[in-house]
């Protein structure tokens, strides 16, 4: 059974930084392009970084840019999202998915898995 697991989020208060963790079991996502979405309540589902299957090339959100860096250990089978300057506005049930190839346009009906989600929150 695949399964992408994330872990890692909490409260923090603004300012600071958190790490989520996406671990994949199940199958070698080594080959997929990876990344890592958000949905604040109220609000659709956001993309907010992905990484091809090397980790050469990288995308974020410019919501998040020079804040976030996607990161990937493939040995791992694990992606990484480490978070700094949090904000309030940055409060939300993040996602890990994986892309059915080894690039990808991060949309989401370009993700073949989904993880449950880790939930964030960034008090002021």
């Known amino acids: 059974q695949v399964q992408l697991v994330e872990s890692g989020g909490g409260l923090v208060q603004a300012g600071g930084s958190l790490r989520l963790s996406c671990a994949a079991s199940?199958?070698?996502?080594?080959?997929?392009?990876m990344g890592w979405f958000r949905q604040a309540p109220g609000k659709e589902r956001e993309f907010v970084a992905g990484i091809s299957w090397s980790g050469r090339d990288t995308y974020s959100a410019n919501s998040v840019n020079g804040r976030f860096t996607i990161s990937r250990d493939n040995a791992k089978n694990t992606v990484y999202l480490q978070m700094n300057s949090l904000k309030p506005e940055d409060t939300a049930v993040y996602y890990c998915?994986?892309?059915?190839?080894?690039?990808?346009?991060?949309?989401?009906?370009?993700?073949?898995?989904w993880g449950k989600g880790t939930l964030v929150t960034v008090s002021s």
């Open positions: 199940g199958r070698t996502f080594s080959n997929n392009a």
């Open positions: 998915a994986a892309s059915g190839g080894s690039y990808s346009n991060y949309r989401e009906t370009s993700m073949a898995y």
